[in-house]
């Protein structure tokens, strides 16, 4: 082995990269390469392993075996494998190999992997094979170094946390004691059916036993310690942590980024993809930690451990000197007290070790006792004793270990009885003289007992294995699932209608990617059944997720709870986002559905509800974003979004007040709609988009409005324009999908409005003096008021009765009077054209207040607006109907009692304060009586530079409304039937008028009412 820096540097090459990049694979395939070589492994475990394929490549008789409990040395052998402790320096070999060199950072065993990297040398060829964290140390110690960066084969993803029940299978689960390793081992074989267990603790025959029942399938899950991260190749596929602290030997640490990577990295084989994650009550890993573990890129190693390997044997106090030397390369620090060191230090203070070390034999001697492991690790005092005894022992005129005493403590270990910790701890003390045993120098006849040492740690090797099956594995489960592997004894198929069949008995039923198993099924044979089913599932849940990627958008549906549904079956659900028409996705699925498989279905869904929300929900996007909508017309766009497409009108009275004709011209151009009621879009009330609008109100506000959304009543199916009112169901989820709740009925909102178009011509009609037709509308009353006609019931789908208590809820007020034959009216009527609109309903809570109302033709400057307000349900007293109609009924009835009549409905009035005016009241008073009543009417109008008999701005009516003032001017003001009178006018005479005190019950006037008020003023003028 080299010794000088030339050599050192000359033919080494360093091939680093994270795990699964086949850095072991390449050693092994150079070494045979040549033809001789040596490959030093960081664990017995993997080097019996590394042994194993050696030995199949070139054959038994020509490989070798050495490690401290274990040496198969051929005759002929050329190729060596070994532990890196073991590693024979004393012979020329052309290929050396050092595995996992960032090992040589470690505390404990560092300084051995720096002393091979510095001096294990191949005459021609040396390869460094480690973690990229090695570049700098390596380029700094070897200046003439080779690099090689291997990249992984498979991808490493972290999956965040999930309960052990939750852990998918062919999964391995770290933990950081023996203690921890059984218990979660333990959790694991009640709740999954079993696993295996790897502790560093077990002997080599142990481990690959309990490896070998992981890999053979009979159980899916594996509980190790961190003793795995060091190039086990196990067909692990998730890795999970259970805690990010362990003890180092000298104090509890948090890993090192780097060291967690190197235990995940075992996730993944070959081209594989990986996982890892975190369980139990283990924190989740934080971002920045997360992108360094599967990007591979961790901080570079700084410092290496380092000792001394010219040991200077010639005392004890020289040899402690030498080892407390320091080194003078860069990246190198000397190493803290190991083992050997606290050892030698314990037996050198022992006066009969110390009389016997004082020649530079006896004292290399010595130290090669205290290398001696301590596999019992019972205690420091303890193992310096054991050290002393063997060294007595050598150091006596026999030279070698007596042969009584060595059986009689072989024989302590040798019994198979006992529990897990019992035979746990014989196989510690059988390993501490497997060792001894191969040291042929401290035996009479080593051979001998090299295969009595090694017969009792495989008997003992195989019962705790035994005791670790029975602990944590099922044998039935294990048979079971053996059996389903070897397709022997079980058979699994899975049905059209998605029944799971095992050994021809219905086991469970595969719905989405859900799979349920039947209750007939439980313990042991139930989770055998359901690995069987694994086998199907795996395969037709891969089918089922390339079919959903690839499907349309029209091969799913989105029902009214939010759950999205491919082939009638759920596969996703609806969450609340941050923006209402941006709901976020979930699959549904189980642990059987694959993490790439999941992501690729979210996404998928993901798109469904980005087009369908584009697609159904067009107008209302547009609008919410569209550039050419300025200033308050953006704002009320922004509304509309936010209230799915429908806005109150009166909420937004002001805005639309002072909305001006080319700002509603921007909304209307993008659909919007200003009804007498509700601003919204009409094309938003087809059933689809009133469906999906629904949908996304129950996400945002079930929450709030304590809502099941999996039992949210249904909506009115497509065509019904009005259903009954569902007290329990809130007001905003009708309108969110397009209804208006007037009182006992709900109102689909475009009816709404076509039912305003039905009345407002009936109430505004009065007989023009130039027509040549005086009869009213087939409805009209002639007079303000009007009756229910066929067509109304018709648009609404209901009863004469249901109608009439939707009129009340919109604020009207109904009484009865003689059916007669329509009169024409007197030619001195001066009709008035007026746009108004009906209330909004009472029911809905909101108090009245005026807002600016705009029927279905365009607005003009000089059109006339009207209030909306909210009408209280009261019953029409016989004071509120007209003197005329009230003289008529009575008097028709005294002549004929059996006279019909019919209902005549009228806009509810609102009733002055109960008060009594003197009868000299002055004109000032009586034209203060008459504002306030009009203004009490809520006609908020807007200015067209006129002024009505009140005073107000209006709309100019139609005919010479200046020539009706005049002809008007001594009209009296008497009609008991109105509440808002004119103004007097200018040369018309003062009328006082005493009239009885009316009940204070207070009726809030509709629309109508004022439309009846403007009516009456300019009836009373012309007369």
């Known amino acids: 082995m080299a010794r000088d820096i030339e050599s050192r540097t000359r033919n080494v090459t360093a091939v680093l990269g994270p795990t699964n990049t086949g850095k072991t694979h390449l050693a092994i395939e150079r070494m045979v390469g040549h033809k001789s070589g040596i490959i030093g492994l960081p664990l017995r475990l993997l080097a019996r392993e590394v042994y194993d394929k050696v030995s199949a490549k070139v054959g038994a008789e020509h490989v070798a075996l050495v490690t401290g409990e274990e040496k198969i040395k051929p005759e002929n052998a050329r190729y060596w494998v070994a532990t890196v402790e073991a590693m024979p320096l004393d012979i020329d070999v ?63 993803n972290y999956s965040g946390q999930k309960k052990i029940t939750r852990i998918p299978a062919r999964a391995a689960v770290i933990a950081f004691s023996a203690s921890e390793v059984y218990a979660i081992a333990e959790l694991i074989r009640r709740q999954r059916g079993g696993t295996a267990v790897v502790l560093g603790a077990l002997s080599p025959r142990t481990r690959n036993a309990q490896v070998e029942l992981y890999q053979s399938g009979d159980v899916d899950f594996l509980v190790a310690t961190d003793a795995i991260g060091m190039g086990l190749n196990l067909d692990v596929d998730h890795v999970a942590f259970t805690a990010l602290r362990k003890f180092d030997g000298a104090q509890h640490r948090d890993l090192l980024p780097a060291e967690i990577g190197q235990i995940a990295g075992r996730a993944g084989r070959h081209m594989n993809d990986g996982t890892f994650g975190v369980t139990g009550d283990c924190p989740t890993l934080e971002a920045g930690l997360v992108e360094k573990l599967e990007t591979h890129h961790f901080d570079s190693v700084r410092m290496l451990q380092w000792r001394n390997r010219n040991l200077d044997f010639s005392s004890v106090s020289k040899l402690k000197e030498s080892l407390r030397e320091t080194p003078d390369l860069p990246r190198l620090s000397r190493a803290r007290s190991s ?73 302590l270990s040798d019994r198979v009885d006992g529990d897990i910790d019992t035979l746990s701890t014989r196989v510690a003390h059988i390993r501490t003289w497997t060792y001894v045993a191969n040291r042929s120098n401290w035996l009479k006849d080593p051979v001998h ?59 469970g039923r595969l719905q989405g ?188 506000n079930s929450a709030e409005e304590t809502l099941d959304r999996r039992k949210l009543p249904t909506l009115p199916r497509a065509g019904l324009t009005s259903v009954a009112t569902d007290p329990a169901v809130p007001v905003a989820y009708y309108r969110s999908s397009g209804y208006h709740v007037c009182g006992p009925r709900v109102l689909r909102i475009d009816i709404l409005e076509r039912l305003a178009d039905f009345i407002r011509p009936l109430v505004a009609w009065r007989a023009k003096p130039d027509a040549a037709e005086l009869t009213p509308p087939a409805g009209s009353s002639g007079d303000g008021g009007f009756v229910a006609t066929a067509d109304m019931m018709s648009i609404l789908g209901c009863s004469a009765d249901d109608l009439g208590a939707t009129l009340k809820a919109l604020g009207f007020e109904s009484h009865e009077r003689v059916k007669t034959q329509p009169s024409t009216t007197s030619a001195e009527t001066v009709a008035v054209d007026v746009d108004a609109s009906l209330p909004t309903k009472p029911s ?49 009835k005294s002549d004929d009692a059996d006279t019909e009549t019919e209902t005549v409905w009228r806009p509810a009035r609102r009733q002055r304060p109960r008060s009594r005016r003197p009868h000299h009241a002055s004109k000032a008073s009586n034209e203060n009586s008459a504002t306030k009543a009009t203004r009490s009417g809520d006609q908020h109008q807007k200015s067209n530079g006129k002024q009505d008999g009140e005073g107000r701005k209006r709309g100019k009516p139609s005919g010479d409304r200046r020539q009706g003032d005049k002809a008007s001017s001594h009209a009296g003001r008497g009609d008991k039937k109105h509440r808002g009178k004119p103004q007097h006018r200018k040369h018309g005479p003062k009328v006082h008028q005493s009239k009885p005190p009316k009940s204070e019950q207070s009726v809030e006037s509709s629309p109508f009412a004022a439309l009846s008020d403007l009516k009456d003023a300019l009836e009373k003028g012309g007369k």
């Open 339 to 411: 083992e050997d060191e606290l050892a030698l230090e314990a037996v050198s203070r022992d006066e009969e070790i110390a009389a016997l070390a004082t020649q530079p034999g006896a004292v290399e001697k010595l130290w090669d006792v205290c290398q001696l492991p301590d596999y019992r690790k019972i205690s420091n005092q303890n193992h310096a004793e054991l050290v002393a005894d063997i060294y007595k022992a050598i150091t006596s005129e026999a030279e070698v270990i007596p042969e009584d005493w060595l059986s009689e403590q072989v024989a």
């Open 844 to 892: 809905e809570g909101s108090a009245a207040r005026p807002s600016n109302v705009e029927g279905s033709e365009p607005e003009t400057k000089d059109a006339v607006q009207t209030p909306s307000s909210e009408a209280v349900e009261a019953e029409a007293s016989s004071g509120q109907a007209s003197e005329s109609d009230a003289t008529t009924t009575e008097s028709a």
């Open 94 to 156: 052309e290929f050396v190999a050092i595995d996992e060199v960032q090992l040589a950072a470690d505390p404990d065993r560092g300084h051995v992997f720096t002393d091979r990297i510095l001096n294990a040398r191949g005459t021609a060829e040396t390869l460094l094979l480690g973690a990229q964290t090695m570049h700098e140390a390596i380029s700094d110690l070897i200046p003439d170094a080779n690099f090689i960066s291997r990249p992984r084969l498979s991808k490493l």
């Open 449 to 507: 007992w090299q295969g009595k040492t090694r017969d009792v740690e495989d008997r003992l090797s195989d019962a705790l294995h035994e005791r670790l099956t029975q602990r944590f594995v099922d044998e039935r489960t294990s048979a079971l699932m053996r059996g389903m592997r070897e397709k022997t004894e079980l058979s699994a198929e899975i049905g059209e209608d998605g029944s799971l069949e095992v050994e021809n008995h219905s086991v």
């Open 513 to 700: 990617f859900r799979f349920q198993l039947e209750g007939q099924a439980d313990g042991v044979h139930a989770r055998a059944l359901r690995g069987a089913a694994a086998q199907v599932l795996s395969r037709e849940l891969a089918m089922r997720v390339r079919r959903v990627v690839a499907a349309k958008s029209d091969a799913f549906t989105l029902d009214q709870s939010g759950t999205i549904h491919w082939r009638n079956e759920p596969i996703g659900e609806l969450e609340a986002g941050e923006d209402p028409l941006r709901p976020a996705v979930s699959v549904l699925c189980d642990e059987h559905l694959a993490v790439p498989d999941r992501e690729k279905v979210k996404e998928r869904l993901e798109n469904f509800m980005t087009e369908t929300i584009e697609d159904k929900l067009q107008p209302l996007i547009a609008a919410s974003t569209a550039t050419d909508i300025e200033g308050m017309a953006k704002g009320i766009g922004f509304q509309l979004r936010e209230n799915f497409g429908v806005l109150r009108r009166e909420h937004v009275a002001s805005e639309i007040k002072n909305l001006d004709q080319a700002s509603r011209a921007q909304l209307r151009k993008h659909g919007v709609r200003f009804g007498a009621f509700n601003i919204y879009f009409p094309q938003l009330l087809k059933p689809a988009p009133a469906h999906l609008t629904s949908v996304l109100w129950a996400l945002k």
